[in-house]
């Protein structure tokens, strides 16, 4: 694909909500506990080839504290997801450390993705985990990047 020197990128990209807004507490509520995204039709966006599985965060950290992700992409011919299989997939991903003191981290997990023998639907289900045993906070949610 070759791109003008002027092409907004939403001609390039299209983007979809993958989850609604999550949080979490460390040793509590939503911490290392799923969160299932929404079933994303790839027709919709005219089958791309390609996206990216963005999570982005923002965590209130004790200092050393850390914030890490496992996550499944997960794949289907049925819009229900039934017979899913999984198109990516990682354990734990250490993704931030709280500073000294203890900080705001904000950023984002980004998983690239090869849809070319991937299914027509999509979802992204990620687990948050907060190594502190509480006071630490994770606001959080996913969206998926297509490239056009």
């Excluded at 070759?2 to 979490?24: E, G, N, Q």
């Excluded at 994303?40 to 791309?48: H, N, V």
């Excluded at 500073?99 to 997990?109: E, H, I, K, P, S």
Aim: proline residues 3%; charged residues 15%; negative net charge.
């Amino acid at each position: 694909m070759t791109l003008a020197a002027r092409s907004p990128i939403s001609d390039v990209v299209s983007f979809a909500r993958a989850s609604d807004h999550a949080t979490a507490t460390a040793g509590g509520t939503g911490d290392a506990t799923q969160v299932t995204g929404q079933i994303i039709d790839r027709a919709t966006y005219g089958y791309p080839q390609s996206a990216t599985a963005v999570i982005e965060y923002k965590a209130v950290l004790a200092a050393a504290a850390t914030l890490s992700y496992a996550y499944t992409i997960e794949h289907s011919d049925a819009s229900d997801m039934s017979g899913a299989a999984t198109l990516a997939s990682a354990t734990s991903t250490l993704q931030d450390t709280g500073g000294g003191g203890g900080t705001t981290q904000r950023g984002v997990l980004a998983i690239p993705l090869n849809l070319g023998p991937a299914k027509r639907y999509l979802r992204v289900k990620f687990t948050p985990d907060l190594s502190a045993g509480s006071v630490d906070t994770l606001e959080n949610a996913a969206v998926l990047a297509f490239g056009n």
